[in-house]
């Protein structure tokens, strides 16, 4: 099984693939499933800002594209150049909060190496979900 380290690292080389020239903040993520698979993302922006895509959601959705669900995930990691460890924005946790373990590890790591361990839980602790429809 892959490490945390190890996880952290693709997240941070994922990084490269961000297209973040409005903000000049590249984002990456990367999700480990259970089965030994990773699924990468990066922020995409957009000059009509509401069409850009975050690297944690990229990540899931790559994923799930692939045929990976909620279940079969095992650990996160989002990557970014910031002073603490990345926080996700409210668009990730909702989604984080739906499409991945509420319990399951998700580390937030800078580029200094700094590294946060949380779940989706800690993330949205009141989440909107399909029971609040």
Known sequence: MMTKEELLKLAIAARTHSYSVYSHFAVGAAILTKDGQVFEGANV???SYPCSMCAERNALY???MHGYHRDDFAMMAVAA?????VS???????VISELYPKDKPILLTNLKGDVKE????ELLPFAFDGSDL
């Open 45 to 47: 922006e957009n000059s």
């Open 88 to 94: 996700p924005c409210g668009m990730c946790r909702q």
């Open 118 to 121: 949380t779940n989706a839980q």
């Open 81 to 85: 150049d910031t002073a603490e460890p």
């Open 62 to 64: 790559n994923a799930y």
